[in-house]
Nanobody
């Protein structure tokens, strides 16, 4: 089993940057693909970025390409989401998730979820 705890959210002005972190427990972190999802009020949760278990493959939703970067450090059991050029529409609760499979964009592939961290971007 994997437990995930996110941190790094907060309030930032449009155009600013934030770095989210997700700390995982468990000895098998390196066997999981990891993803970041977000959910804004009144909207469905959406895939933001994903990374393969060894970090060699990444994938992003179109609206964040070129602005967000996902990375991981398997030695530290951590995955990160560096966000630049933030926009008000990026405001949401951001959750990390672990998939016991290859990199995936669909929620159903992810078995473990964190509680989330709030990101608010003011205009």
């Amino acid at each position: 089993q994997v437990q995930l705890v996110e941190s790094g959210g907060g309030l930032v002005q449009a155009g600013g940057s934030l770095r989210l972190s997700c700390q995982a427990s468990g000895r098998t972190f390196s066997s999981y693909a990891m993803g970041w999802f977000r959910q804004a009020p009144g909207k469905e949760r959406e895939f933001v970025a994903g990374i393969s278990n060894r970090g060699g493959i990444t994938e992003y939703t179109g609206s964040v390409k070129g602005r967000f970067t996902i990375s991981r450090d398997n030695a530290k059991n951590a995955v990160y989401l560096q966000m630049h050029s933030l926009k008000p529409e990026d405001s949401a609760v951001y959750c990390c998730a672990a998939a016991p499979s290859t990199i995936a964009t669909k929620e159903s592939f992810y078995a473990y979820w964190g509680q989330g961290t709030q990101v608010t971007v003011s205009s």
